[in-house]
Every structure is written in C-alpha cells, then in structure tokens.
C-alpha cells in the first residue's frame, strides 16, 4: 500500500510539471522570436533544456544521498520561482530574465524525469517496464491539455498582468508549488547510503548506459530540432496561439498517451526492439514533417514523432533500470539524462537558426537523417551486460570507500546503511 501511495504521488506530479513545461515552452519560444528575431526564438527553451541537463546530475546526486523526497522538493521549488521570474520577465520584455526563468523550470523539469526512476526502484525488474510507462503516461495529462489552454491563458494573463503572454507562466507557478507541495508530503527515506559520482567513462564502458545514451540521445536532439521550431514556423505563417497549440496537444498525446503500450512491450520483448522500433519511428514521422503542406498532416507527423520519442524514452529508461548492476545505479541514471538533455539544449538552440536559414522542410530531413547512427549501433552484437561499478574501477576512478552490491535476494532500495566492517579503506 505504501509503494502504491508513493507511486501515486509521482503520478501526481509528472503530470502537473508536464502542464507547466507544455505551457511555458512554445510561448517562450514566441516571446523571444518577436524580440531578438526568429532566429533566436529558441534561446530561452534551450535554457530550458540546459537546466534539465544540470537538473539531472544534482537532483540525482540529491537522491542518492538524501532520498527521493529532497530531489523533487529541490526541483519543484526551483520551478516555481521559475515561473515568477517568468511572469515578471514577459511583463518587462526581458529575454534573458526570460532564459533564466526556464533555467529553473528546467530545474523541475528534471525531477520531473528523474521521477520514474523512483518509482521503477520499488518494483521487481520485470514489473519496472509497466511501471515506467505508467509515469510517463501521467505526462499526457498535463501536456496534452497544457497546449489547449495557450488561448485563454493568454487573455488571463493580459487582464491579470497587463501583458501578452504572461498568462502560461502565471498557471504555471501556481501548479509548479502544488507539485512541490505535493513532493513535501512524500516520506522520506532515511538512512541512505552515500554515494559519490559517477565518471563519464562509465557511461562509454557500460554497455546499457551507453545504449540509452546513443537512443535516448538522439531521439531527443530529433524531437527538440522539429518541435522547437514548430510553433515558431507556424506563428510566421500567421497561425494563432490556438491553432499552435492544437498541434502541439497532438505531439504531447504521441508523447504521453501510449506509454503504457510502451512499457508493456518492454516487458515483453525487452529493451532493444522497443528502442529501435522507436528510432524508426521518428525518422518516418520527421520526413513526413518535412512533406507536410497544411496542419493536418503535419499535426499526424508529429503525433507519430512524439510516439517514437515515447519508445526511445521508455525503452532506454528500462534498459538503465533493468540491465544496470552495481550500487551507483542512482547517478549512472543522473548522468545519462545529463548528457541527453544537453545534446538536445544543442538541437534547441541550432533549430531556429536552421529553420531562418534553411526552412523547415529542410530542417526535418536533416534531422531525420541523424537516426541512423543510433540504429545502426542497436544492431550490432550485444557482448554482455557490464558492472557498473567494475567499469567505474577500470576507468581509473579511486574511491575512498567501497560499498558492496547487496545480496541476492534484496532489492537496491531495501540498501540504507553500510556496516562499519564492510567498509574497505
């Protein structure tokens, strides 16, 4: 009942956070473009995605020493102060104020993410597929309907706030505070065992780390490249706030909605058919992105694009929850989202630049063809599963103490302290 209640709770908050971010994103993108130009458009979402990247590595760390409850507090309080700073920015016309206020929701963002892995750890592996999707499905709830709600935030926020725009961010702060109430009133977890970081050759030598980096990776440059610019492209053709955000409801349901299918199929044919199915996917959906004529079917091309992303995401995060051994699991997890999220930063920000130069027809193949790499490398012979400790030690890294694995039969997280005999200097 316990683990049902915690389960729950990160339900809860995903689908709150992912309200807040299907808000914020594509207006910051707007607000930017009609200050500094189109081609900019996507320097405040890329900030965005630069915190979820920094988000990821510290909020892990949190866990890893502290529990899950600090990490979700640390990154829902930083979201909501995100979206004060926001409001405040948009009234004044401020993009770099603007960039930092989706700093901080990135922040929140991670934990967001970061949520499925807590709840993946109370589960038996081969239960973890479900239950990875069921969080990530509890994003449909919020990003579908963030989209919907751009319209009439909007003249929420001109009436409350005397300025286009501030409306999204206004919501947001108060959703994001919910969610860090919410995030309080998880128990805690005391007694945690200390863990240090985790070196970046581990996520090169461990062979499930580097999967989900290579997948996980690309399906997110993909996704932030298409969709940063999406609304962009349509607001230069003359396309409302409501129009846009009709479509981008459509790529959050691709997202969201199918997780637990996702998740069921992880479970029942493992990770590596899930991750390519969803890497081919995405090359489809982004060159009918590119062929695309009217907001129909570049509304279907993005539904199909959100889906891939979707068997990318779940299928890499239970690859990592699944086929990772060692006791620093927690920040292998961290970082290979850290990585992630920053290569995407990199798409974000080259989107609206390519989409002012080249267009986006042009924009959508060429991210279509970065697939390939990462499909190519799924199909190649798998020689093992790694531990992620030994490769830690091959690497060169020096502990000062070691903790060992815990014995079969107990689950990571039962883990809380290290007897002083154990301990090696």
Same mark, same amino acid.
């Given at each position: 009942?316990?683990?049902?209640?915690?389960?729950?709770?990160?339900?809860? /908050?995903?689908?709150?956070?992912?309200?807040?971010?299907?808000?914020?994103?594509?207006?910051?993108?707007?607000?930017?473009?009609?200050?500094?130009?189109?081609?900019?458009?996507?320097?405040?979402?890329?900030?965005?995605?630069?915190?979820?990247?920094?988000?990821?590595?510290?909020?892990?760390?949190?866990?890893?020493?502290?529990?899950?409850?600090?990490?979700?507090?640390?990154?829902?309080?930083?979201? /909501?102060?995100?979206?004060?700073?926001?409001?405040?920015?948009?009234?004044?016309?401020?993009?770099?104020?603007?960039?930092?206020?989706?700093?901080?929701?990135?922040?929140?963002?991670?934990?967001?993410?970061?949520?499925?892995?807590?709840?993946?750890?109370?589960?038996?592996?081969?239960?973890?597929?479900?239950?990875?999707?069921?969080?990530?499905?509890?994003?449909?709830?919020?990003?579908?309907?963030?989209?919907?709600?751009?319209?009439?935030?909007?003249?929420?926020?001109?009436?409350?706030?005397?300025?286009?725009? /501030?409306?999204?961010?206004?919501?947001?702060?108060?959703?994001?505070?919910?969610?860090?109430?919410?995030?309080?009133?998880?128990?805690?977890?005391?007694?945690?065992?200390?863990?240090?970081?985790?070196?970046?050759?581990?996520?090169?030598?461990?062979?499930?780390?580097?999967?989900?980096?290579?997948?996980?990776?690309?399906?997110?440059?993909?996704?932030?490249?298409?969709?940063?610019?999406?609304?962009?492209?349509?607001?230069?053709?003359?396309?409302?706030?409501?129009?846009?955000?009709?479509?981008?409801?459509?790529?959050?349901?691709?997202?969201?909605?199918?997780?637990?299918?996702?998740?069921?199929?992880?479970?029942?044919?493992?990770?590596?058919?899930?991750?390519?199915?969803?890497?081919?996917?995405?090359?489809?959906?982004?060159?009918?992105?590119?062929?695309?004529?009217?907001?129909?079917?570049?509304?279907?091309?993005?539904?199909?694009?959100?889906?891939?992303?979707?068997?990318?995401?779940?299928?890499?995060?239970?690859?990592?929850?699944?086929?990772?051994?060692?006791?620093?699991?927690?920040?292998?997890?961290?970082?290979?989202?850290?990585?992630?999220?920053?290569?995407?930063?990199?798409?974000?920000?080259?989107?609206?630049?390519?989409?002012?130069?080249?267009?986006?027809?042009?924009?959508?193949?060429?991210?279509?063809?970065?697939?390939?790499?990462?499909?190519?490398?799924?199909?190649?012979?798998?020689?093992?599963? *790694?531990?992620?400790?030994?490769?830690?030690?091959?690497?060169?890294?020096?502990?000062?103490?070691?903790?060992?694995?815990?014995?079969?039969?107990?689950?990571? *997280?039962?883990?809380? *302290?290290?007897?002083?005999?154990?301990?090696?200097?």
């Amino acid at each position: 009942m316990a683990r049902r209640r915690w389960v729950l709770a990160l339900f809860g /908050t995903a689908a709150l956070m992912n309200l807040v971010m299907a808000m914020v994103s594509p207006v910051a993108t707007i607000a930017a473009a009609e200050a500094l130009g189109p081609a900019w458009g996507g320097v405040p979402n890329t900030a965005a995605v630069v915190g979820t990247g920094v988000g990821a590595i510290v909020l892990s760390r949190t866990a890893a020493r502290r529990g899950w409850r600090s990490a979700l507090v640390a990154g829902y309080a930083a979201a /909501t102060a995100g979206g004060v700073f926001g409001v405040a920015a948009l009234a004044s016309g401020d993009v770099a104020g603007l960039s930092l206020a989706m700093w901080l929701l990135g922040l929140g963002n991670a934990g967001t993410l970061l949520s499925r892995y807590a709840a993946a750890e109370r589960y038996s592996a081969h239960r973890r597929g479900f239950v990875i999707g069921a969080v990530v499905w509890a994003g449909a709830l919020g990003a579908v309907g963030g989209p919907l709600l751009l319209g009439p935030l909007d003249a929420l926020g001109r009436h409350w706030a005397g300025a286009a725009l /501030t409306g999204p961010f206004l919501v947001a702060t108060l959703v994001a505070a919910t969610a860090w109430g919410a995030a309080s009133a998880l128990p805690g977890r005391p007694g945690v065992v200390p863990r240090v970081g985790v070196p970046l050759g581990v996520l090169v030598r461990v062979r499930a780390a580097r999967s989900a980096v290579a997948v996980m990776g690309t399906a997110q440059v993909v996704m932030a490249a298409v969709m940063t610019a999406a609304p962009l492209d349509m607001h230069l053709h003359h396309r409302g706030l409501a129009s846009v955000g009709a479509v981008l409801a459509g790529h959050t349901l691709g997202m969201f909605a199918l997780a637990p299918l996702s998740g069921w199929l992880l479970d029942r044919y493992g990770a590596r058919p899930v991750m390519l199915a969803g890497l081919l996917v995405m090359a489809g959906s982004a060159l009918l992105a590119a062929a695309a004529a009217g907001a129909g079917p570049r509304a279907v091309a993005l539904f199909l694009l959100g889906y891939g992303w979707n068997l990318c995401f779940v299928g890499g995060s239970g690859h990592l929850a699944r086929d990772l051994s060692g006791i620093d699991h927690t920040q292998v997890e961290g970082a290979v989202d850290a990585v992630v999220w920053i290569l995407a930063a990199a798409a974000s920000l080259a989107s609206t630049v390519v989409l002012a130069g080249l267009g986006y027809p042009l924009l959508a193949l060429l991210s279509a063809g970065l697939v390939l790499p990462a499909a190519v490398g799924l199909l190649l012979p798998d020689r093992g599963r *790694e531990d992620v400790r030994s490769s830690a030690r091959d690497a060169g890294r020096e502990r000062s103490e070691r903790i060992p694995c815990p014995p079969a039969g107990v689950r990571l *997280e039962e883990v809380t *302290e290290v007897p002083p005999g154990n301990r090696k200097p």
